[in-house]
């Protein structure tokens, strides 16, 4: 019996220290060897060794390097949010085009059924091909069956006016009694031509959506859900209170695209995760992508000669706002929106790999990448495929119409319209793959270049003494996990 008691008194020491409430300075000092003089009572004290949780994987001196790269990175955006701040977006002379109207809220107050014969300019009976769309829709203004809407406006110094609108019978927006809408204003037209429909009003639908989508994400996600509601929140205002108007005052447009999409990553991944070295590892992995997205989209936006200005909109700023790099801002919003997804695929793969560590703190940084990468693997296939078809919903309507147009691939990719949108997602296709391994990487060297001894002896602890297996019991033995008895997860052959 007192031979048991001995062998069980060395199995705790050889796995917790040897100090089991004797050593000064041991992680384990709590009086844990319950010595009652049985070998149940060393049994107890093996296992509560391991009631501590595990201990923190990166050391004191890994912490320092982390903030030596991360600190002077973090006062780096403040000073550029500082430089490049803006006071608000320049004035300008109204145009009266597309976005650039004023609006008014306003309602459909009473919808009646006219002939389109008696409120068209010209009531005769088309003569041409009906067959095709414009004689198709000349017919139907001439014969078919029109609605005239009075609306009320809601807003404004001209609340209660009242004015007229005709729907013809072939426009996609159909008005209907107590609908509301956005009407447009044009104080230097004719008094009857001053108001007209500009949209439908969505602030009810939307605002229902976005309270189903705040409360989903809290009921699920709790208090981690509450902050990343609060990140969003805090990205919305960063975008409309400085990428946006400094953007508009002249500022370079990939310069504050790098500083904003720096603070949002610093504060949505922070806030979200905590102040942790795992969350360190996944903003270098997101700063490195991006750097490596900027670099990317900056050479073939140039070699590819994509000058941004597309449609109507960016025409539309570019008639407003001379001054600003169209190119530029096509770059920027690759970068913006590459940050999104990357924050997803770096916190991934941290988590990933500080997992693998914790269910086998014996795996060296190599075991941990290779066991990581596989996990990255599976994420690359899927986030690819995800950004792409994201891309293509988004252009869909443009690419129906290339196909009616019976256009050969070739064709479509060459057009800047499309080319555009095939760099957009190419370059961040390319930043979410090449993150996978960095951030990967990364973790896996942060993960593993410290060990629990090491700390113990840089804070002065007497260094744990392995003990042979000869010198446990068999049945201590055999509990051990797989992976500490052959230190590559493989059972021994007895």
Not at 333 to 339: A, D, N, T
Request: include cysteine; charged fraction near 15%.
């Amino acid at each position: 019996m007192g031979g048991g008691h001995s062998g069980g008194g060395q199995g705790g020491g050889g796995r917790g220290g040897d100090g089991h409430g004797h050593e000064p300075g041991d992680g384990h000092g709590h009086g844990e060897g319950q010595r009652d003089g049985s070998g149940s009572g060393s049994g107890g004290g093996h296992g509560h060794s391991h009631s501590h949780g595990p201990a923190t994987p990166v050391s004191k001196h890994l912490r320092k390097v982390i903030a030596a790269i991360l600190i002077p990175f973090g006062v780096a955006v403040v000073v550029g949010l500082a430089v490049l701040w803006p006071g608000g977006a320049p004035a300008h002379q109204r145009t009266g085009v597309g976005f650039d109207r004023q609006t008014q809220q306003a309602t459909v107050s009473k919808v009646v059924s006219i002939s389109c014969k008696s409120v068209n300019a010209s009531g005769e009976t088309p003569t041409g091909d009906t067959s095709t769309a414009e004689g198709s829709s000349a017919e139907q203004q001439a014969n078919g069956t029109c609605k005239k809407a009075t609306i009320r406006v809601d807003t404004g110094n001209d609340k209660g006016r009242t004015f007229t609108e005709i729907v013809q019978p072939d426009q996609s927006r159909q008005l209907h009694e107590g609908q509301k809408v956005v009407v447009a204003y044009e104080p230097s037209a004719p008094r009857d031509l001053q108001y007209s429909v500009a949209d439908v009003n969505r602030r009810l639908p939307m605002g229902l959506l976005a309270g189903i989508f705040a409360l989903a994400v809290v009921i699920v996600g709790r208090l981690r859900g509450v902050m990343a509601l609060v990140a969003l929140t805090v990205s919305f205002l960063l975008l409309n209170f400085f990428v946006l108007p400094a953007i508009l005052q002249g500022s370079n447009p990939l310069l504050v695209a790098v500083v904003g999409s720096s603070a949002i990553m610093l504060i949505a991944l922070y806030m979200c995760h905590g102040l942790s070295a795992r969350t360190s590892v996944a903003v270098l992995g997101t700063l490195i992508s991006l750097i490596l997205i900027g670099i990317l989209g900056s050479q073939f936006i140039g070699w590819a000669a994509l000058t941004g200005n597309t449609d109507d909109n960016t025409g539309l700023i570019h008639g407003l706002y001379p001054s600003i790099d169209m190119s530029g801002l096509l770059l920027a919003g690759v970068i913006i929106g590459s940050l999104g997804v990357l924050d997803d695929v770096t916190v991934t793969q941290t988590s990933a790999v500080w997992e693998l560590h914790e269910a086998n703190p014996t795996m060296g940084w190599r075991g941990l990448y290779r066991a990581g990468i596989r996990i990255g693997r599976d994420h690359i296939a899927s986030v690819v495929n995800t950004l792409v078809l994201a891309y293509a919903g988004a252009a869909l309507p443009l690419l129906l119409l290339f196909s009616i147009a019976q256009s050969s691939v070739g064709t479509v990719a060459n057009s800047e319209l499309v080319a555009e949108e095939i760099v957009r997602t190419l370059v961040g296709s390319i930043g979410l793959v090449a993150s996978v391994p960095v951030t990967t990487v990364l973790a896996a060297l942060v993960v593993s270049a410290d060990r629990p001894e090491a700390e113990a002896v840089g804070s002065g602890a007497r260094t744990p003494v392995p003990v042979p297996a000869t010198s446990v019991s068999a049945g201590t033995a055999d509990s051990r996990p797989a992976a500490a008895r052959g230190g590559k997860g493989r059972r021994r052959k007895r």
